[in-house]
């Protein structure tokens, strides 16, 4: 009997314990490659991490809320099935939740953690001995942790794409596309909360963010389009699940609401917001040539211009727009699992 | 696999069913399957044009198949094969993910929402390990279906198979179904 097994709670799953790895992954990589004397990237990587954890622990409430028997979730513990996507991804996520959570107690500022243990009432002051400062091990922290987010974040694409009866599954591009997908909405959160919050900094001091959120849009799309390419050049299974966003019943949310609001668009929203660090040499080259005539000269100008809160309006990056790419980016990330998860039910070997 | 001593098998004769449904009504009473849900089904294609037309009823169940993809996919083991071939659920281990629902290539396990666990035809291993037959083979009085074990070359089933052509549904899949439905 064909049934919609795996519904809204399997979708929105997907989707938060790909945003917690994509958050995990963007402020692991922030620690490890920021620049000491940069307050900026050690905010994103602070808030990145204080982020991380909360979304998959979420995520996971809903899974085991979606089985037969929730109590029984346990036993998925009491195995471990190398040949099962679900059994490897379980562990997975206990040990992502595990490091995620150190990780981000790592990044609680002092100030703050000791005034909780301080503020503790007297029965639960055994807690104390939790008081550690882990703000040392950050570092090795986001290196152990940076493959296991990669690996939730795949692991939910594998999960539907180690199925061969369902052809719009079955391809390795699915988990390349959930894994980017989720990199993007962990940039995209990022950096919705902090056009948001973080009235402190210059939105131009996360160009970061914006770079990387950027190539993972565009590796994202150059994985759709081999998905269609590939699929259409093979089995004849292939193509008629094609068809379900070719013309079937999810044809306008995937090309228009994925595609063009939640990937084209936010992608080229970016762009825009991120071109004048490409294109400063033709803004800035008049100002350049009248302050030095050599190129060195002409570089640091560049830098100066660049660390300048006065060029930050030429530089675009308003919060508006960060703000709207932000919500288009997680509104695709959402969109794009919803369509994956129907549609590759509803497909099947004929 | 070589190292099986059995290997239960189904060998259906789809000319001769009537699209009776005893099949169904026996395996709803021997497995208290709840109305709404089936183990088992009956395939009903119609072919050519009015006045010339064809029925063919074509029963269908859990293909048993020897490399399943629900045995693959389950988190906890609580899909299983037995040394028999025989792909049965142990639901006590089951966690109701449904993720073999999703794996089977023949959509033939349920979800039984009131027990919170997933079902589908085990051949009635019960009544197998009694001496007995399924409850469907037994009951079904036109013969359509033949069951035994592919091992034995004294049974019906393997000296039917060895005379007769047949063809298994969505070879494809790649996971060596076992129902043969005969040509």
């Given at each position: 009997?064909?049934?919609?097994?795996?519904?809204?709670?399997?979708?929105?799953?997907?989707?938060?314990?790909?945003?917690?790895?994509?958050?995990?992954?963007?402020?692991?990589?922030?620690?490890?490659?920021?620049?000491?004397?940069?307050?900026?990237?050690?905010?994103?990587?602070?808030?990145?991490?204080?982020?991380?954890?909360?979304?998959?622990?979420?995520?996971?409430?809903?899974?085991?809320?979606?089985?037969?028997?929730?109590?029984?979730?346990?036993?998925?513990?009491?195995?471990?099935?190398?040949?099962?996507?679900?059994?490897?991804?379980?562990?997975?996520?206990?040990?992502?939740?595990?490091?995620?959570?150190?990780?981000?107690?790592?990044?609680?500022?002092?100030?703050?953690?000791?005034?909780?243990?301080?503020?503790?009432?007297?029965?639960?002051?055994?807690?104390?001995?939790?008081?550690?400062?882990?703000?040392?091990?950050?570092?090795?922290?986001?290196?152990?942790?940076?493959?296991?987010?990669?690996?939730?974040?795949?692991?939910?694409?594998?999960?539907?794409?180690?199925?061969?009866?369902r052809p719009f599954w079955n391809?390795?591009?699915v988990?390349?596309?959930?894994?980017?997908?989720?990199?993007?909405?962990?940039?995209?959160?990022?950096?919705?909360?902090?056009?948001?919050?973080?009235?402190?900094?210059?939105?131009?001091?996360?160009?970061?963010?914006?770079?990387?959120?950027?190539?993972?849009?565009?590796?994202?799309?150059?994985?759709?389009?081999?998905?269609?390419?590939?699929?259409?050049?093979?089995?004849?299974?292939v193509?008629?699940s094609l068809?379900l966003v070719?013309?079937?019943?999810?044809?306008?949310?995937?090309?228009?609401?994925?595609?063009?609001?939640?990937?084209?668009?936010?992608?080229?929203?970016?762009?825009?917001?991120?071109?004048?660090?490409?294109?400063?040499?033709?803004?800035?080259?008049?100002?350049?040539?009248?302050?030095?005539?050599?190129?060195?000269?002409?570089?640091?100008?560049?830098?100066?211009?660049?660390?300048?809160?006065?060029?930050?309006?030429?530089?675009?990056?308003?919060?508006?727009?960060?703000?709207?790419?932000?919500?288009?980016?997680?509104?695709?990330?959402?969109?794009?699992?919803?369509?994956f998860?129907?549609a590759g039910q509803m497909s099947?070997?004929? | 696999?070589?190292?099986?001593?059995?290997?239960?098998?189904?060998?259906?004769?789809?000319?001769?069913?009537?699209?009776?449904?005893?099949?169904?009504?026996?395996?709803?009473?021997?497995?208290?399957?709840?109305?709404?849900?089936?183990?088992?089904?009956?395939?009903?294609?119609?072919?050519?044009?009015?006045?010339?037309?064809?029925?063919?009823?074509?029963?269908?169940?859990?293909?048993?198949?020897?490399?399943?993809?629900?045995?693959?996919?389950?988190?906890?083991?609580?899909?299983?094969?037995?040394?028999?071939?025989?792909?049965?659920?142990?639901?006590?281990?089951?966690?109701?993910?449904?993720?073999?629902?999703?794996?089977?290539?023949?959509?033939?396990?349920?979800?039984?929402?009131?027990?919170?666990?997933?079902?589908?035809?085990?051949?009635?291993?019960?009544?197998?390990?009694?001496?007995?037959?399924?409850?469907?083979?037994?009951?079904?009085?036109?013969?359509?279906?033949?069951?035994?074990?592919?091992?034995?070359?004294?049974?019906?089933?393997?000296?039917?198979?060895?005379?007769?052509?047949?063809?298994?549904?969505?070879?494809?899949?790649?996971?060596?179904?076992?129902?043969?439905?005969?040509?």
């Amino acid at each position: 009997m064909k049934t919609i097994e795996w519904q809204y709670l399997i979708v929105s799953y997907l989707f938060l314990g790909g945003l917690s790895a994509g958050l995990y992954f963007v402020s692991a990589l922030t620690e490890l490659f920021r620049k000491d004397d940069d307050p900026a990237q050690e905010h994103i990587a602070r808030i990145g991490a204080l982020l991380a954890p909360w979304p998959v622990m979420l995520g996971c409430t809903l899974l085991v809320f979606d089985l037969g028997h929730w109590y029984r979730a346990y036993k998925l513990f009491l195995h471990f099935r190398w040949e099962s996507p679900m059994s490897i991804g379980s562990w997975l996520l206990m040990l992502f939740i595990g490091i995620s959570l150190l990780y981000a107690y790592g990044w609680v500022p002092r100030g703050g953690r000791e005034h909780f243990y301080e503020k503790l009432p007297r029965r639960l002051r055994f807690l104390r001995m939790f008081n550690v400062d882990v703000a040392p091990w950050r570092r090795p922290l986001a290196i152990a942790g940076l493959p296991v987010s990669v690996g939730v974040a795949i692991y939910t694409g594998v999960l539907l794409g180690a199925v061969q009866s369902r052809p719009f599954w079955n391809t390795n591009l699915v988990a390349q596309l959930f894994l980017f997908s989720a990199l993007s909405a962990g940039c995209a959160f990022l950096i919705l909360v902090l056009a948001m919050r973080s009235r402190e900094f210059e939105m131009y001091q996360f160009r970061s963010l914006y770079l990387l959120d950027v190539s993972f849009l565009t590796l994202e799309f150059f994985i759709v389009v081999p998905y269609f390419i590939h699929g259409e050049l093979s089995v004849e299974a292939v193509r008629e699940s094609l068809k379900l966003v070719l013309g079937g019943p999810f044809t306008v949310v995937f090309w228009v609401f994925f595609m063009g609001l939640g990937l084209v668009l936010p992608w080229a929203i970016e762009v825009r917001e991120v071109a004048p660090l490409f294109l400063t040499h033709v803004q800035l080259l008049p100002r350049m040539r009248a302050a030095t005539p050599t190129l060195a000269g002409a570089s640091v100008s560049v830098v100066s211009e660049l660390s300048a809160p006065t060029s930050a309006k030429k530089l675009h990056f308003s919060r508006g727009w960060a703000v709207a790419a932000a919500v288009l980016v997680l509104v695709g990330g959402v969109l794009v699992r919803y369509i994956f998860v129907f549609a590759g039910q509803m497909s099947a070997i004929r | 696999m070589a190292t099986r001593t059995k290997r239960y098998a189904l060998a259906i004769d789809a000319k001769k069913c009537i699209d009776c449904k005893a099949c169904v009504v026996a395996c709803r009473a021997e497995n208290g399957v709840p109305v709404g849900k089936s183990r088992n089904w009956i395939n009903e294609e119609l072919h050519g044009d009015w006045p010339k037309l064809m029925a063919v009823f074509e029963p269908e169940q859990c293909h048993h198949c020897e490399d399943p993809a629900c045995v693959r996919v389950c988190p906890t083991g609580a899909s299983y094969q037995r040394p028999d071939g025989v792909v049965a659920i142990n639901s006590s281990e089951c966690v109701g993910c449904r993720y073999c629902m999703i794996a089977c290539p023949y959509d033939a396990r349920f979800f039984r929402e009131d027990l919170g666990v997933v079902e589908k035809c085990d051949l009635c291993a019960h009544r197998l390990d009694r001496g007995e037959l399924p409850a469907c083979v037994e009951t079904c009085p036109s013969k359509v279906r033949v069951f035994g074990d592919l091992n034995d070359p004294t049974s019906e089933i393997h000296q039917l198979l060895e005379k007769r052509q047949y063809r298994v549904k969505k070879h494809e899949a790649g996971t060596g179904p076992q129902i043969y439905y005969l040509l």
